[in-house]
């Protein structure tokens, strides 16, 4: 930890699996930045472990759980931390408030989870709410000393390029910030660059990752830099690029130094450490993908009671369109005649395979372990040693 600076990274944890935690872990404990914001949170597996293994390397945890299939955020901190005010009583768990101290005073530490949205009036209230709910509870910018950071799921209104889709009240809560006296950290030293957070499947790219700072802390202003190695490298630990900012300040209440070179030692009785980029594992991207899906479901599709039933018997609609397809492939149906390939019905399979995924991922937050475990059970029983 930099004595002569308060550092703080922002991160999308993109809700990991476990095994993705471990690595997300790696790269986090030997970040030198002193406060960490991490965003897509959940009651899961993958954040149990984050929050367990940082609270046993000493530092300080703040992560108000999220309700299932809600997202949140998680402080983690190598300074004492009290609580901060409430910012959000709309959706609390994405909106978290921790103080910590420094020589020239204390300074409040706000993440930010802003819900994203698609095209239903459902989500597009919900997003609306929870913004409104952070202007009322915020405090203006000229008030105290405060960074406002996070994963905001808006853009700056000169956003370029433009998108259509986001709305006038989106654009709208980033100029509320301004207007208020906070500072968008990274335009006050980058004013004209173009740098994105998330770039989409069709290389579109959005800045949704910010970091704003009180009037007060404007003048110690040191850094403020996007980190896209996360997103970039090849076994991806994210779909966002991080935020690191640094703040002349001086950090009182340490709880722990940043890495010393002891620091391996001691994490390897918890799990193996790579020290080399060859050693890093390369990802199977397929589980991440299902999350992905998954999540995509819990925060898009609608509430029609437990979604652990919908999404088996949804298998059972997927199983009928492979049989669909392989009626079309031999041509059984004279009517229809020959409508479909066998490329088609492997494609089919394939539907069957992901939705299966997907509902034993809705149904335990072990699924990666389980279907492996299986798997293995079932090679065991055919192909004994």
């Known amino acids: 930890m930099n004595s002569q600076t308060l550092d703080l990274l922002t991160f999308n944890l993109n809700n990991p699996s476990r095994e993705r935690a471990e690595r997300q872990l790696v790269y986090l404990l030997a970040r030198p930045e002193t406060v960490l914001v991490l965003t897509e949170t959940a009651d899961s597996a993958g954040c149990d472990l984050l929050e367990s293994r940082f609270r046993m390397e000493g530092y300080d945890v703040t992560f108000p759980r999220p309700g299932r299939g809600e997202r949140g955020v998680m402080i983690v901190s190598r300074l004492a931390t009290v609580p901060g005010r409430v910012v959000a009583h709309y959706l609390p768990h994405r909106a978290v408030t921790v103080k910590v101290d420094t020589q020239e005073g204390a300074v409040d530490v706000v993440g930010l989870y802003v819900p994203s949205r698609d095209a239903t009036a459902a989500k597009r209230a919900r997003k609306e709410k929870f913004l409104e709910g952070c202007r009322a509870g915020l405090p203006g910018g000229n008030d105290g000393s405060r960074v ?66 009180s009037a007060s802390l404007r003048p110690a202003l040191r850094n403020c830099s996007y980190v896209h190695g996360p997103r970039t490298r090849e076994d991806r630990l994210t779909d966002h690029s991080a935020l690191t900012m640094s703040l002349a300040l001086h950090p009182k209440g340490a709880l722990r130094e940043a890495e010393s070179p002891t620091f391996r030692e001691n994490a390897a009785p918890h799990f193996p450490v790579p020290t080399r980029p060859e050693e890093f594992p390369v990802e199977d991207t397929t589980w991440p993908r299902i999350e992905m899906l998954r999540t995509w479901l819990d925060e898009n599709a609608a509430p029609v009671g437990d979604e652990r039933l919908w999404r088996i018997l949804k298998i059972s609609e997927e199983v009928g369109e492979v049989a669909e397809a392989m009626h079309g492939a031999a041509g059984t149906n004279p009517r229809k005649g ?26 335990t937050p072990d699924a990666a372990k389980l279907l492996d475990e299986r798997l293995q059970h079932l090679v065991d029983r055919v192909l004994p040693s």
């Open 148 to 213: 406002v950071l996070g994963d905001f799921n808006i853009l700056e209104p000169d956003h370029f390029p433009p998108y259509r889709f986001f709305k006038a009240f989106e654009y709208g809560f980033y100029d509320w910030l301004c207007e208020v006296g906070y500072h968008d950290a990274y335009r006050e030293l980058h004013p004209n660059s173009l740098e994105y957070s998330w770039v989409g499947r069709t290389g579109d790219g959005y800045r949704y990752d910010h970091a704003h700072v």
């Open 338 to 363: 020959h409508s479909h390939t066998w490329d088609d019905v492997t494609k089919e399979l394939c539907d069957v395979i992901v939705t299966s995924m997907v509902a034993l991922s809705t149904c």
